[in-house]
């Protein structure tokens, strides 16, 4: 393991009390380990030791996992604890919190591990208008489904590695998609000399169907990954290729209000108010700069005396120097 990843492993394992981590270690599934002690430095040595072991590769992407959530997500620990009526003291650190979860239920703590993905993930969102009258999820649905989406990831040399999972919460369907990528090579530390591993990142891909809005989110990296999932969900999960061609698939939203002086801050029954917090604008010209007006409110901050002077300062800047220029 690269060093950084050992002080990261290193120090989650440190705030999970002894107790917990020989829970972890000698759970069903984890006994062929014979671990005897839970010290957080022996731990280590003991991954370099057996880095070709696969049980030992899924030990470490659970305890990443968890070491991520726990830095940056506790939001969703504290929700998953209320939801799983988890007891505790208030006292706990916050890897003993997600260590809990994960012991207690694994079901909920994959749950926040890919609500923390939604919400952290740099790929990009795309939605689209996909109708499906009396939409239902199936588990032949889904396995086919499955097979369509590693077949496609398998043909670009990425593998034929392909997980899928799945939550229904009223209207919206979350659909989880675990998969690979292509190989990557890493030089790691073994027995006092280095010796490099070729491993295949697991990359999580998430879509998100809206039964009240008709509306498909899908987050994915690239544009043809969108591109086949949207045809695949289209094909079989919904069972209407057509729905993936429509004219309007992807115009869920219009700006047409906001330039024609329609649209309403104000909101309505389900929005209570619109706050404008940020806009970017283009000023004519040959190099068309940019502006950035970043507030609580940019419409009252537009509105107040002391930027309206600003304003007409800045007209004058920019004019003087396009005379100058």
């Known amino acids: 393991m690269p060093r950084y990843k050992d002080q990261n492993l290193l120090s989650f394992l440190d705030g999970v009390p002894k107790d917990l981590l020989k829970k972890y270690f000698t759970q069903d599934g984890y006994q062929s380990l014979n671990l005897t002690s839970f010290d957080s430095k022996n731990l280590i040595k003991f991954f370099h030791k057996n880095t070709a072991n696969p049980l030992i590769e899924k030990i470490l992407e659970e305890l990443s996992q968890m070491y991520d959530i726990s830095n940056t997500s506790m939001n969703l620990v504290v929700t998953a604890i209320k939801r799983c009526k988890i007891e505790t003291t208030g006292k ?5 919190l997600i260590m809990k979860v994960f012991l207690n239920d694994t079901k909920a703590f994959y749950y926040v591990h890919d609500k923390y993905c939604l919400f952290n993930s740099s790929s990009k969102f795309s939605e689209h208008n996909i109708s499906a009258d009396g939409f239902e999820l199936t588990d032949d649905k889904l396995k086919e489904f499955q097979l369509l989406i590693s077949e496609f990831y398998a043909d670009l040399a990425k593998g034929g590695e392909c997980r899928v999972r799945h939550y229904v919460e009223g209207d919206l369907t979350t659909i989880v998609i675990r998969r690979g990528s292509y190989k990557r090579s890493q030089p790691i530390w073994s027995e006092g000399g280095t010796r490099t591993i070729l491993f295949r990142p697991v990359t999580q891909d998430i879509l998100i169907y809206n039964k009240k809005t008709s509306t498909l989110q899908i987050k994915a990296p690239y544009q043809k990954d969108r591109d086949n999932y949207l045809n695949t969900f289209a094909e079989v999960i919904i069972e209407d290729p057509k729905q993936a061609e429509r004219e309007d698939r992807d115009m869920t939203y219009s700006l047409k209000p906001l330039q024609d002086g329609k649209f309403s801050f104000k909101g309505n029954d389900d929005i209570e108010s619109i706050v404008l917090k940020e806009v970017k604008l283009t000023i004519a010209g040959s190099k068309k700069p940019y502006i950035f007006i970043r507030s609580e409110d940019v419409l009252e ?4 005396e002391e930027f309206e002077r600003l304003r007409s300062n800045q007209a ?5 120097n396009s005379l100058s220029g």
């Open 92 to 96: 706990e650190s916050r890897e003993e």
């Open 301 to 304: 901050t537009l509105q107040e």
């Open 316 to 320: 004058i800047w920019f004019t003087q």
